[in-house]
Antibody, heavy 122, light 107 residues
């Protein structure tokens, strides 16, 4: 069974960079027809897709966050990461990583990590 | 971005009831729609994808229909463990977007 788990600081100061890592078990990040996603959830805005890195290493980001998001690649590990720069209180959320498994033209999110709460505060 | 609107926002039903949740897209999305449910403190869990395909391991009381802009999720005989918030999601184009959620309570 594929497992994902998010890790990283639970508290980030305003204007700094939020950095999270997703560790994947029982699957390789860079093989197969998969997309590796970050999603966040807040009480006010609900579920918001941040972006994905696909098995080939290409990335695709939500236009609303694109200027602040990077998903660096680590080919030596079964991990993918999220970096979100210049954070504000509005970036306080539960952050999830999830696998997108493409079937025909759609890529539903079939495995999710448990989520990690990140609070932006000084 | 495509907006996904769910109705109702919340509902209460009894064990054994048939329940239907509706999701409407602001533009046509073919059948690129998935349904998830989420229990408190847990991550969302995939129920249905491609509008009507049941994810492996999901009970057959869950079913999905629709294409274009209008979609439904039906639970044929509600069970106590179905108490959760339900979300639809489109990945027809970037960015993929989620509905605001429907909170289902068991009476």
């Amino acid at each position: 069974q594929v497992q994902l788990r998010e890790s990283g600081p639970g508290l980030v100061k305003p204007s700094e960079t939020l950095s999270l890592t997703c560790t994947v078990s029982n699957a390789s990040v860079f093989s197969g027809n998969y997309f590796w996603n970050w999603i966040r959830q807040t009480p006010g805005k609900g579920l918001e897709w941040i972006g994905f890195i696909e098995y080939s290493g290409n990335t695709n980001y939500n236009p609303s966050l694109k200027s602040r998001v990077t998903m660096p690649v680590d080919t030596s590990k079964s991990q993918f990461s999220l970096m979100l720069s210049s954070v504000t209180a509005a970036d306080t959320a539960v952050y999830y990583c999830a696998r997108g498994h493409c079937v025909a033209a759609t890529c539903p999110l079939d495995f999710w990590g448990p989520g990690t709460l990140v609070t932006v505060s000084s | 971005a495509i907006q996904m609107t769910q109705s109702p926002s919340s509902l209460s039903a009894s064990v054994g009831d048939r329940v239907t949740i509706t999701c409407r897209a602001s533009q046509g999305i073919g059948n690129d729609l998935a349904w998830y449910h989420q229990k408190p403190g847990k991550a969302p869990q995939l129920l249905i994808y491609a509008a009507s395909t049941l994810q492996s391991g999901v009970p057959s009381r869950f079913s999905g229909r629709g294409s274009g802009t209008d979609f439904t999720l039906t639970i044929s005989s509600l069970q106590p463990e179905d108490s959760a918030t339900y979300y639809c999601q489109q990945d027809y184009n970037n960015p993929c977007t989620f509905g605001q959620g429907t909170k289902l309570e068991i009476k």
